[in-house]
């Protein structure tokens, strides 16, 4: 009974320390208390925006696109620029074609301020500006023409699959990858020796229209390691001579004949017997089909004169060009020419494009390849075309670049190290 007591006691004295010192609030008076501001009248204008601004927007110009759908995703809702659009000769010139970049500055109310498009006409190193800008309350369009500018970047990648999966994994453009099979083609077969495992690093130019890139230029050096062997090349231009790609120790790559007049093509009938596609007969084929789509870029394979460019019969359009040594090619069933007669061309340069000109059954180039007017096979004469060695002059400014390429191509190779790790 005692400890019964001590108990109640104990929670009597628990519950008296934690009870409420103060009184409830809902019990406590409530009172009102209204006075008077004084607050000065604000004036209309204050409530207006006085800050403009300026709205900067870029985007593509599409193949299905007009001056209202562009200016509509642009953010531009401006009457009269539609109509200035539609109307100005230099203007139109935006519609004329795809993959122009266009870059708009508007006000706050949608009213075009200045337009800039830029766009490449062509292959060289040179791209067209057009500007639309507003000048004394009225639009005005001029056409200017600039060089571009080319900066370095690397890259890298391991053979999985194909070249193109692994080009396509590392982000490279496709004019990149096809240049890097391209260097190699002479000492690796990409259709029969490429391996899971091989890797590559390559540098590469991209050239920029005012800061923005519009493609990629040359692969300046190169590394690839196909089966455990290493093959390596950088490009070197010396004065007063056409650049070539070398490997680090001065050995050219650069051969007297390219292995083919197309960059990447597939071979659809070769030199010899065979029976003719057109006639069914079985007779001679003196020289090398390349499958390719009507205008595909077609190359020189060798420094040379042209000595026929025109209409051949059954060839249809045709380009001759005479090399050293009584040495000639003949290129076929073109689309176009884009050589005169008497003109001199490097190994490399456009002189035409495929196309199914005269008796053919489809987009080909028929190429041959003639030594003292006696026709030769051109694959066997591409594989044994001799290199040209580098210039002794040279040497001192070959060995310096061929030091920068190299720390380059070192750190592409990082690249992909750190990125797999």
Not at 247 to 267: A, T
């Amino acid at each position: 009974m005692g400890a019964i007591g001590l108990l109640l006691l104990g929670t009597g004295v628990t519950a008296f320390g934690i009870a409420p010192l103060a009184p409830d609030a809902a019990k406590l008076p409530v009172s009102q208390v209204i006075e008077a501001l004084a607050v000065e009248p604000l004036a209309v204008d204050s409530l207006a925006v006085t800050a403009s601004f300026t709205l900067f927007r870029s985007d593509t110009v599409r193949r299905d696109d007009t001056a209202q759908s562009l200016m509509q995703r642009l953010g531009v809702n401006d009457a009269t620029a539609l109509d200035f659009l539609r109307a100005d000769p230099t203007a139109r010139q935006l519609f004329s074609g795809i993959n122009k970049i266009v870059s708009v500055e508007a006000s706050d109310r949608g009213e075009l301020l200045r337009l800039t498009a830029r766009w490449l006409p062509d292959e060289s190193r040179q791209f067209n500006r057009l500007v639309i800008e507003r000048q004394a309350l009225e639009l005005r369009s001029r056409l200017e023409t600039g060089e571009m500018t080319a900066s370095s970047r690397l890259a890298s990648g391991t053979i999985r699959s194909s070249l193109f999966a692994a080009t396509d994994d590392a982000n490279l453009p496709d004019g990149v990858a096809v240049q890097l099979a391209e260097i190699f083609a002479s000492e690796i077969d990409f259709r029969r020796d490429l391996r899971q495992g091989d890797r590559f690093s390559v540098v590469y130019e991209t050239l920029e229209a005012d800061g923005e890139p519009m493609r990629a230029g040359r692969v300046l050096s190169a590394e690839f390691i196909n089966n455990g062997r290493e093959h390596e090349a950088f490009w070197f231009d010396g004065e007063g001579t056409n650049g070539a790609y070398y490997g680090f120790d001065g050995q050219s790559s650069r051969k007297s004949y390219l292995s083919s007049p197309l960059e990447f093509s597939r071979v659809s009938s070769g030199y010899g017997m065979r029976f003719h596609p057109v006639s069914g007969e079985r007779k001679a084929h003196l020289g090398v089909d390349y499958a390719a789509p009507t205008g595909t870029p077609v190359r020189a394979v060798g420094d040379g004169v042209v000595t026929f460019a025109g209409w051949q019969r059954g060839y249809g359009n045709v380009i001759e060009i005479q090399h050293k040594d009584r040495e000639s090619t003949l290129y076929a069933h073109l689309s176009r020419i884009d050589v005169s007669r008497g003109q001199r061309v490097d190994q490399g340069v456009r002189i035409g494009a495929v196309g199914s000109t005269g008796v053919s059954t489809g987009p080909h180039l028929h190429f041959e390849f003639k030594v003292n007017n006696q026709h030769q096979d051109p694959l066997a004469i591409a594989r044994q075309a001799e290199n040209i060695p580098l210039n002794p002059a040279l040497r001192a400014r070959f060995d310096e670049m061929a030091q920068l390429q190299r720390q380059q191509l070192d750190a592409a190779a990082t690249l992909q190290q750190a990125s797999a790790e």
